[in-house]
């Protein structure tokens, strides 16, 4: 590399450096000014729109359900869950839940351009086994993220596995983005750290019904069952108490085994 070469080189990496630290800053403060503005607006006007448990369906008024507030760790301010007194399912912040599906998934796309989860195959694999797959059998991994070999390791032991993600970056011919990608019917689909992000529940659960085979099954892993990770806007669902139960029961499934093991929680829904 001569010194031209070497001087250019040196001062893309200088514009590099210079566009991330802008980025870094303009992270640090639009994300929580946006939040804390729709925060004091909250604050200053009364919403008593009736709301629906995302479980089992129960309807009233926000003030007819207890409340659980956190924090966003993520720059999102305020986050006011509501418990539903019939199920014991947690669900909110509502500011999330009624954010525009567009802006929800620019969010992501942010998040994800920072910020990586840890890797998630042994817990993918352990939820992959609960499905007690069968050689020959067709699966689905939901919300596969891009932090697992669990697809490519499925694959390789010869089970017939694909993964879809609509949000991560990942690059893999056996792992799809647009959900019209995915029009085969499973005999199991299963998912690690994905139930909590639903923002509709019993309307996803309907669509895993649609996309499974009369006798399958799908499973669920989650350590929100139980009231943790609540510390960031992106979780939305906690079916704690027996929402996984009035869930399975308003979707056409039954609720067949729970684990719970400290580190590792899924509960496993048949049809």
């Known amino acids: ?47 008593e729109t009736v709301v629906a448990c995302l479980a089992c369906g129960l309807s009233g008024p926000p003030s007819s359900y207890a409340m659980r507030v956190d924090h966003c760790m993520f720059g999102g301010g305020r986050l006011e869950r509501l418990e539903c007194p019939d199920c014991g399912c947690v669900f909110g912040p509502m500011k999330y839940l009624q954010t525009p599906s567009e802006i929800v998934s620019a969010d992501y796309s942010l998040l994800y351009s920072f910020y990586s989860e840890g890797d998630s195959t042994e817990e993918e694999l352990r939820a992959f086994e609960l499905l007690d797959p069968k050689p020959g059998g067709l699966y689905l991994n939901w919300g596969s993220g891009a932090w697992s070999r669990s697809v490519e390791i499925l694959r390789e032991r010869g089970y017939d596995v694909w993964g879809y993600e609509p949000n991560a970056l990942i690059d893999s011919p056996f792992v799809v983005k647009r959900r019209e990608e995915v029009s085969a019917r499973f005999d199991g689909i299963f998912s690690n750290n994905v139930i909590e992000h639903l923002f ?39 079916p704690l108490g027996n929402a996984p139960e009035q869930l399975a029961a308003k979707t056409g499934f039954m609720l067949t085994q729970s684990v719970d093991d400290g580190a590792f929680q899924a509960r496993v829904f048949s049809l």
């Open 1 to 47: 590399m001569d010194q031209t070469q070497s001087k250019a080189l040196e001062d893309l990496e200088r514009r590099l450096a210079r566009l991330e630290s802008q980025n870094e800053r303009l992270r640090e403060f639009v994300i929580p000014a946006f939040w804390n503005a729709l925060d004091r607006l909250d604050a200053r006007t009364a919403d």
């Open 200 to 238: 509709s529940p019993q309307a996803q659960f309907i669509e895993f019904r649609d996309l499974l085979k009369d006798d399958g099954r799908m499973v669920h892993a989650s350590p929100c069952y139980e009231w943790s990770y609540a510390f960031t806007r992106f979780h939305v669902f906690f």
